[in-house]
């Protein structure tokens, strides 16, 4: 999967994202469980994309540390922090293959990037990764596509945008695997310069599993679960529910 060029319309495209949810989320989730804050929390964002989240939990004060696969968003995640005046590390590395980083009080995998893991042993490589990189007691947080989303919001599903200076049209498709999706997306950008419409071309694939599964690899990986829930909301997963939430412990 290449981000090449995506990269630098991803901020645009994902105006908006709730961000400042995923940052309350942790926050609130962190005081419900009793785990004291102090400043300097050392939080490995994994899959970071442009830094969006990043940059927030570093003006709440945490120490932050970013990771994600792709050389351009990792570009455009640096010129970010120094805008917002935060120091935040940033290397490129495979969040199932994490090496060198040192180890933190809190990971987290937000905006359903664990669901671009295609396979349950790379899924599962991830979460023992992330305990080797934690700090005793320390925390994971992620969020996934729901096996509902996948199949009834996604698949055989047409997405369309035109604005002033951006359009896509955005299909998606039955994936090869069980509960994946495949993403066709063909973005139409204006150059400034002369204002004609360049075409860009996407190909995204993503996977989900059972909160079961997701459930089963973090006790092998020995985390204790604390939380299971959905949609940023504190209730307990439905069937229709869209986006689940996971906080576990190291044990």
């Not at 942790?26 to 442009?50: E, P, R, W």
């Not at 063909?186 to 694939?205: C, L, M, T, W």
């Not at 985390?223 to 229709?240: G, H, R, T, V, W």
Request: negative net charge; charged residues 25%; contains cysteine.
């Amino acid at each position: 999967m290449s981000y090449e060029q995506f990269a630098y319309l991803y901020d645009e495209l994902m105006q908006d994202a709730p961000y400042d949810k995923w940052v309350d989320f942790v926050l609130k989730s962190l005081h419900d469980h009793q785990i004291k804050l102090i400043k300097g929390n050392t939080l490995l964002d994994l899959a970071c994309g442009t830094g969006e989240l990043s940059v927030r939990f570093a003006e709440q004060g945490f120490k932050v540390t970013g990771v994600d696969l792709s050389t351009d968003m990792l570009a455009v995640a640096r010129a970010k922090a120094e805008n917002h005046g935060v120091m935040i590390p940033l290397f490129e590395q495979d969040m199932a293959e994490l090496e060198g980083l040192g180890s933190f009080d809190i990971i987290g995998i937000f905006c359903d990037s664990l669901n671009y893991l295609l396979t349950e042993e790379k899924v599962l490589s991830t979460f023992l990764k992330a305990s080797q990189c934690l700090n005793k007691d320390g925390i994971l947080f992620f969020d996934v596509h729901s096996i509902f989303k996948i199949k009834e919001l996604f698949i055989d599903q047409t997405f369309t945008l035109c604005d002033e200076n951006i359009a896509y049209i955005w299909n998606s498709f039955p994936g090869e695997h069980p509960n994946s999706v495949e993403h066709e997306l063909s973005f139409f950008v204006q150059d400034p310069a002369d204002g004609k419409y360049n075409r860009i071309d996407e190909f995204h694939e993503q996977r989900t599993f059972s909160i079961e599964q997701y459930s089963g690899w973090l006790e092998e990986a020995g985390f204790e679960i604390l939380e299971i829930s959905a949609d940023f909301e504190k209730k307990k997963p439905q069937l229709d529910s869209e986006r689940i939430f996971f906080m576990a412990r190291k044990k």
